[in-house]
């Protein structure tokens, strides 16, 4: 039996090598891409959040609380906006009868657990690095603490400041729910309060931002820049003029060696009087005089 299974492997050796490979390949391609992809249910929170813009970023990115990985984002949408603000449903947006009051993305966070959320809660895409994916930073916020910047206390909800905040109804989607949002684009109508997010840019595209909107001026700069080093080269007008004259430029390097070298002369004039006795001889024969006089 020994030999035979020895055989076998120096037969079919190549083979199977080749078929282990490939099979393992096959199970870690299978677990990476598609399995953790699948929403096993059990304890998942679906929390839809309105995005200004979702430019830098997809489905599949985490989602942290205080630098902690706490879900992914599931799926994104760019819906339009009705007269109250509220997201319109497909079949509606298409069929082009009511006129649009806005848009927004609306993503879908699939959070491990359910969180409570207050008044002072921040939501806030951003890149972790300047070229990382953009992912997504969750805050709760709490009952004491204050209000995030941009954001201002509704004293009419809320109390005055010192007063505690109150714990917010949060929408959240079931299963059910969320499936029909993925097929018809319909929300549960007036079921807590959907969650907004604040964008922070991609810093390249801020940058590149700002030299489009500054491009005139950027141009005049450069366009003066030019002119000048033109005008020195050429020896236009008084500066370039004197700049290149050979005989100025000659009578520039003759006065800087004179200035060397009577600073090197004074400072070998210092030394040398520093070293003398001619002054400290000078005053005791003053104060001998002086004593003797008086």
Do not use: C
Not at 116 to 145: A, D, F
Not at 156 to 170: A, F, I, S, W
Not at 263 to 287: H, I, P
């Amino acid at each position: 039996m020994k030999a035979r299974i020895e055989q076998l492997i120096s037969r079919h050796g190549a083979l199977l090598v080749g078929m282990s490979f490939f099979n393992f390949m096959a199970f870690l391609f299978t677990y990476t891409i598609f399995l953790g992809k699948i929403d096993w249910g059990g304890s998942v929170v679906h929390l839809p959040v309105r995005l200004a813009s979702a430019e830098g970023m997809r489905s599949g990115v985490p989602v942290f609380m205080h630098g902690v990985e706490v879900g992914t984002v599931g799926s994104l949408y760019y819906v339009t906006l009705d007269e109250q603000g509220r997201p319109r449903d497909w079949a509606t947006d298409l069929a082009g009868k009511e006129r649009s009051h806005g848009q927004t993305v609306i993503a879908i966070l699939n959070l491990q657990r359910k969180l409570p959320y207050y008044p002072n809660y921040e939501i806030i895409t951003k890149y972790q690095t300047i070229l990382s994916e953009k992912v997504v930073e969750v805050l709760p916020g709490n009952s004491t603490g204050p209000m995030p910047y941009g954001k201002t206390r509704d004293v009419e909800r809320y109390g005055p400041e010192g007063t505690p905040l109150p714990q917010l109804d949060v929408m959240t989607l079931t299963s059910t729910e969320l499936s029909r949002f993925h097929l018809l684009g319909q929300l549960p109508p007036a079921r807590g309060e959907m969650l907004r997010a604040s964008n922070y840019d991609d810093p390249l595209y801020l940058i590149a931002s700002v030299i489009v909107e500054n491009r005139r001026p950027l141009k005049d700069i450069t366009g003066n820049l030019r002119d000048i080093t033109d005008k020195l080269n050429a020896g236009n007008r008084n500066i370039a003029l004197l700049v290149n004259r050979a005989r100025l430029m000659d009578g520039t390097n003759q006065f800087l060696r004179d200035v060397i070298v009577l600073t090197q002369e004074v400072r070998e004039g210092v030394e040398d009087t520093r070293e003398s006795r001619a002054a400290v001889e000078f005053l005791e024969a003053l104060l001998a005089v002086g004593g003797g006089l008086l």
